[in-house]
């Protein structure tokens, strides 16, 4: 399979502040959402928007930045591979979660802002691996939330 893809690119606005926790290494992970919105007319000229939710997760010096610099409402560019989690619930059923693990992400401004953009990659913080998680504290259960 070494010819298999997974790579995901994505420009949205975060839908609310960042959630920073930190990992047993005192290392912080971001988990946050973005709105990826589109629109269309059908050819029966009815205007169509939609909007998709993306489930994304910063580690260490990216995890950072993004609880620094971004809040509800900012516009980002992110890239990261596609993962699916398997963790269990307080009652030990087993569940599931999908959200893209960014390693690249650049501000594109705040709502109304259109200040030059500021490019961020782990490469440049620091490498996005995982690690040891408190016990309390599940991988990113963030619910995929559609509108």
């Not at 169509?48 to 509800?72: C, M, P």
């Not at 802002?113 to 991988?139: C, E, M, W």
Request: with cysteine; charged share 25%; net charge neutral.
């Amino acid at each position: 399979m070494s010819n298999d893809l997974n790579r995901c690119e994505f420009i949205g606005r975060l839908g609310k502040d960042p959630e920073i926790r930190y990992m047993k290494s005192g290392d912080p992970v971001a988990n946050f959402s973005i709105a990826c919105g589109e629109k269309y007319t059908k050819k029966n000229g009815e205007k169509v928007e939609n909007t998709e939710w993306i489930n994304l997760v910063a580690y260490r010096g990216l995890a950072k930045v993004i609880g620094d610099f971004l809040s509800k409402g900012s516009q980002v560019y992110v890239s990261g591979k596609y993962h699916t989690q398997k963790w269990q619930d307080k009652n030990n059923n087993d569940r599931w979660s999908t959200q893209v693990v960014i390693d690249n992400m650049q501000m594109l401004g705040s709502k109304g802002d259109s200040s030059t953009p500021t490019n961020v990659d782990s490469k440049t913080v620091s490498h996005a691996a995982s690690g040891d998680f408190d016990s309390d504290i599940p991988f990113a259960p963030i619910p995929f939330i559609c509108s």
